[in-house]
């Protein structure tokens, strides 16, 4: 059987609100090129953008509409969220706070996916709605300046490379920005490891073809994003399908499969060392002679784990509000109220709308949560998506294998319940927090 239990922090922050916001400041970018002609390490590791650790991006958030209204402004905070957690840690600590930052300039815009009208395969939205962010992106440019737009879905890269094209800036989707956090959060050898395969399987599915100014096919640069089907990709010689582009596109693919490879074997020898000081632990066991069991505490992204963790194990347990802030998981010995000692383990957060083959990239991060005895299940009762937060955990977990006897006796921790029963007392019944 389910069982609840609830708990709060000591302090509070108010979210964001849907009304226009100061301006805030970006890197300097450009992902759109594949640095063709360089080193297999360098043609496919690195980041989004070239960036200065000291300088965070200007982002121009654009947030596509959701129903209902509450679910829309929860995803807009999560969208100016992560817009903000893109920032470089140096010696595994952020050196700003958080909660200093002005909130990136955004706008609300329609949804194709909500009407009627099929979502457009070379630019997702429609002409109007594009000519409306470009309007925004031209005024904000006349002040600060903004360095690259993020697109809170999932686009393809001919979606992706064609907005780039049109508003004439970097475009980062919901995917591509996780991951150029997961790098900018990346500390720890096997953190870093990580990272670079989740970039590396998301760089893979942006390789499409593109007519170059000079009207030659390349892969990956700037110009005019066309699809193509399978049997164009297999011919070649006439039009726009040639040989040479064929050639390139093999030759990306070959690199990337290759690094891939490498990390893949330098991920295989850290989890090999994991699983000998798993059962280091075990075999060492506990005060009471009984066997060192472990706890692994898992939830939505910035849901409040490493904060339970540090109030449970009395320590100082470094966490932060930025998104995907812990990477790796990170352990801690407490000792029960009836003497046995277990291990808690903090591991990364989970987050909606993020492909298989990413969560597999952390597998061997992920390999706590596989091992241990029990899950407890940290969820943040004050977000209005709070369910989808839920379903979008249990569904990361069935993904990586745990089994349905462990999901039964999941134990869930609800945050902020304090904060809950306030908002609960104060506002009208129908009044949605």
Request: aromatic share 6%.
């Amino acid at each position: 059987m389910l069982r609840i239990l609830t708990w709060s922090r000591s302090s509070l922050r108010s979210r964001s609100q849907l009304s226009p916001s100061s301006s805030f400041s970006i890197l300097s970018s450009s992902y759109s090129t594949l640095n063709q002609g360089s080193e297999d390490n360098q043609s496919t590791a690195g980041s989004v953008f070239s960036r200065d650790p000291s300088d965070p991006p200007r982002l121009f958030v654009v947030q596509p509409r959701v129903r209902p209204a509450t679910f829309l402004q929860a995803k807009l905070n999560e969208a100016l969220c992560l817009a903000n957690s893109l920032e470089e840690q140096r010696d595994g600590y952020f050196h700003s706070d958080f909660f200093d930052k002005e909130l990136p300039p955004h706008v609300v815009v329609q949804n194709p996916s909500l009407k009627s009208a099929k979502i457009r395969a070379d630019t997702y939205f429609g002409p109007g709605t594009v000519e409306n962010i470009k309007c925004h992106l031209n005024a904000l440019e006349s002040k600060d300046g903004v360095d690259a737009v993020f697109v809170n879905t999932i686009l393809s890269g001919v979606q992706q490379r064609n907005l780039e094209r049109i508003l004439g800036k970097p475009v980062l989707d919901r995917v591509g920005l996780i991951i150029e956090i997961f790098n900018a959060h990346a500390h720890t050898k096997e953190a870093k490891l990580q990272a670079e395969l989740a970039a590396l399987m998301y760089k893979k599915s942006r390789l499409v073809r593109v007519r170059g100014l000079d009207g030659r096919n390349t892969f990956g640069a700037s110009g005019e994003v066309e699809v193509v089907s399978a049997r164009g990709r297999g011919s070649g010689g006439r039009g726009f399908i040639s040989g040479a582009g064929e050639t390139e596109l093999q030759l990306q693919r070959r690199r990337i499969l290759e690094r891939r490879n490498h990390l893949l074997s330098q991920i295989e020898e850290v989890r090999r060392t994991r699983a000998v000081q798993r059962a280091a632990r075990k075999k060492r066991g506990g005060l009471d002679g009984r066997g060192l069991a472990t706890v692994a505490v898992v939830g939505y992204t910035n849901a409040g784990k490493s904060t339970l963790i540090s109030a449970l194990s009395d320590s100082n347990l470094y966490s932060d509000a930025r998104l995907f802030a812990t990477l790796d998981a990170r352990l801690k010995s407490v000792v029960l109220p009836s003497g046995r000692k277990v291990l808690l383990s903090d591991t990364v957060g989970f987050i909606s709308d993020l492909p298989v083959q990413l969560v597999e990239a952390f597998h061997s991060t992920l390999e706590e949560v596989l091992e241990a005895n029990l899950l407890l299940h940290v969820i943040d009762c004050t977000a209005p998506n709070r369910d989808e937060h839920r379903s979008t955990v249990l569904q990361v977990l069935q993904q990586i294998g745990v089994s349905e006897e462990k999901l039964q006796n999941m134990i869930e921790v609800w945050n902020k319940v304090f904060y809950h029963s306030f908002l609960s007392k104060n506002n009208n019944k129908n009044d949605v927090f």
